[in-house]
């Protein structure tokens, strides 16, 4: 009769059952993590070896992710794609992040149809600081400029769709 293998299982686990039981007729165990209190309480627990693909893994997470047996026994598993280069979000350069704020602010005026006045005002540019210190309000004639160039790439855009879409 043989033993079905558990796929989470260490195999190394199981070759050391079948040299204690080979002289016996008893019939082979999964081996018992026996250790005392002390120790369990102590022990961090620490990769081992990674598992035999035993097991068609079928879910879409084992694509990212591969199984792994733990040395207490447990399982777990491991991230197959890290990033390598570094482990921080990289900012955009400094241009470009001002050039995303100012359209960021004039997108936030024209879908809440704000007034311009208020960037003159110093209570507006005070909570700008306090959110961003390094943020620069810009002025109302780049914001119009902004706004301006916004409405010459859009228009064109609205009125072949409309070309496209009508029916009449």
Not at 3 to 10: A, F, G, K, V
Not at 37 to 49: A, M, R, Y
Not at 93 to 111: G, M, P, R
Not at 116 to 145: A, C, N
Request: charged content about 25%.
């Amino acid at each position: 009769m043989t033993e079905e293998i558990n796929p989470l299982t260490h195999l190394s686990d199981y070759d050391s059952e079948e040299e204690e039981t080979e002289g016996s007729n008893q019939t082979a165990s999964r081996p018992s993590n026996k250790c005392s209190k002390k120790q369990k309480s102590t022990h961090v627990p620490k990769k081992i070896k990674t598992l035999e693909k035993i097991h068609k893994y079928k879910s879409w997470v084992w694509k990212w992710w591969e199984p792994v047996l733990l040395d207490n026994g447990n399982t777990g598993a491991e991230c197959l794609v890290q990033m390598t280069l570094t482990n921080k979000i990289l900012p955009h350069n400094e241009t470009k992040q001002v050039q995303l704020s100012h359209q960021s602010l004039v997108d936030w005026f024209i879908a809440d149809s704000m007034l311009l006045k208020l960037v003159q005002s110093e209570m507006f540019k005070k909570f700008l600081h306090d959110l961003d210190p390094g943020f620069i309000v810009p002025d109302v004639k780049l914001i119009k400029k902004i706004i301006h160039s916004a409405y010459n790439y859009t228009l064109p855009l609205i009125v072949q769709y409309i070309e496209d879409h009508a029916i009449s």
